[in-house]
């Protein structure tokens, strides 16, 4: 099957600082999403991505389907920001189920 | 409704005993998902629904687990016997159908204990 890595595994930053996290996937894929599980558990859905780029507030990101990569950006990090980035890929089709990177999880101190 | 609803919260089940879980999806949606969240960053997929027909089984357990949507019903997870390895959180996503609808949409889980 699919393979999801995600870097940094954990991240550590002070309020306002930017960050990158990257999603390397192992083949092509027609669902990306990136969720945000916050300290409760919840999962937020944040971007639906499979190419390109969207921006929504502080969170931009870029999927480069051709190189297999999807990268999230936070600026100006903010202590609701901590929690785990997971992104999720989908690769068999229309409703396929999406396998999950390991997460990256940041915490933003003030 | 306008978010996928998930009954109990949290399930507390002695080892043996039976667990069901509840999933109803975004009014609309045509596919129902289950996923199992174990320690904290590993997630399984275990089986997906177009409405009520099963569309995607290669995650599910053989033994012991088994799932249902039926029409104006919640869809179920049903945990027969349970072990203490099946301690997790469930999840439940649903989405549209047709291409390009493909985004899923997760509800708030339901945290089964097995003691």
């Known amino acids: 099957g699919i393979q999801v890595e995600q870097s940094p595994p954990d991240l550590i930053l002070q309020e306002g600082a930017n960050s990158t996290l990257r999603c390397n996937f192992s083949d092509s894929v027609n669902n990306l999403q990136w969720f945000h599980q916050n300290p409760w558990g919840q999962l937020i859905n944040l971007f639906y991505i499979p190419s390109g780029t969207k921006q929504n507030g502080r969170l931009s990101a870029t999927t480069v389907a051709t190189e297999r990569y999807s990268l999230l950006y936070i600026s100006s990090s903010q202590t609701t920001d901590s929690g785990v980035y997971f992104c999720a890929v989908g690769n068999t089709g229309t409703a396929s189920k999406l396998t999950f990177g390991t997460g990256t999880r940041l915490q933003v101190t003030l | 409704g306008e978010e996928v609803a998930q009954t109990p919260k949290h399930l507390v089940r002695g080892e043996g005993q039976k667990a069901k879980l509840y999933c109803a999806p975004i009014k609309g949606h045509s596919y129902v998902f289950w996923y199992q969240q174990v320690l904290k960053n590993e997630f399984k997929f275990l089986i997906s629904f177009q409405n009520e027909n099963v569309f995607d089984e290669t995650g599910m357990p053989k033994e012991r687990f088994s799932a249902k949507c039926l029409p104006n019903s919640p869809c179920s997870l049903e945990i027969q016997a349970t072990k203490l390895e099946d301690s997790a959180v469930y999840f439940c996503?649903?989405?549209?159908?047709?291409?390009?609808?493909?985004?899923?949409?997760f509800g708030p889980g339901t945290r089964l204990t097995v003691l």
């Open positions: 996503a649903s989405s549209q159908s047709g291409a390009g609808y493909n985004e899923q949409f």
